[in-house]
């Protein structure tokens, strides 16, 4: 049986939420293995993507262009889990995954699915940075790596995605974790410096 999209957000916040809320003040300056990010600049994105999804899910339009700081607060660790749940909510509405989704104009099933991936692919960038152990629920890693197969061409051009990767014996092998990181760009075997 197929999970919707909102169950498939559920599974990933259980598992992205306790590595946000595991952050330090200390690691906020931290590099993450997406170089144009430090720890505080990723967590502020991840938590715009999941307010912005949220707007996205009623077919509302959204602006990524304002960047807000969300981790300048105390209290962001619990605003992030409380966002991230109204944004499994925002999915599960009637309607949500059916249609186009907001200024994007794409399939609103697919846009639900970028909102999965990053939830998921950053939760992996934000653990590693901070030395947190991650394991993605497996069923949301083959979806997500199914639909970012389709969307890496355009997410190259868009500057969203990196260059592939280049996993030992052409990823023979590699677990879809792996598979799904090399897409996007990431070094599925990145450390903290």
Not at 41 to 58: D, E, K, R, T
Request: glycine fraction near 10%; charge should be negative.
């Amino acid at each position: 049986m197929t999970k919707s999209i909102s169950d498939l957000l559920e599974a990933a916040a259980e598992r992205s939420v306790p590595v946000v809320r595991s952050i330090t003040d200390e690691q906020l300056g931290d590099p993450t293995p997406c170089a144009e990010y430090d720890v505080k600049g990723l967590a502020n994105h991840l938590f715009q993507v999941v307010v912005n999804f949220q707007a996205l899910a009623a077919k509302e339009d959204t602006d990524f262009s304002a960047e807000a700081d969300y981790v300048g607060h105390g209290g962001w660790r619990a605003a992030f889990a409380d966002e991230t749940a109204a944004l499994v909510r925002a999915w599960a509405a009637p309607g949500a995954d059916e249609g186009t989704s907001g200024a994007m104009r794409m399939p609103a099933g697919v846009v639900g699915r970028m909102a999965l991936g990053d939830l998921t692919v950053h939760a992996w960038d934000l653990a590693r940075a901070t030395g947190q152990q991650y394991t993605p629920d497996p069923v949301v890693v083959v979806d997500v790596l199914a639909a970012f197969e389709q969307l890496a061409p355009t997410g190259r051009k868009m500057g969203v995605f990196g260059e592939p990767f280049p996993l030992p014996g052409g990823g023979a092998g590699a677990s879809d974790l792996d598979r799904l990181l090399a897409l996007t760009g990431r070094d599925p075997g990145w450390q903290r410096p």
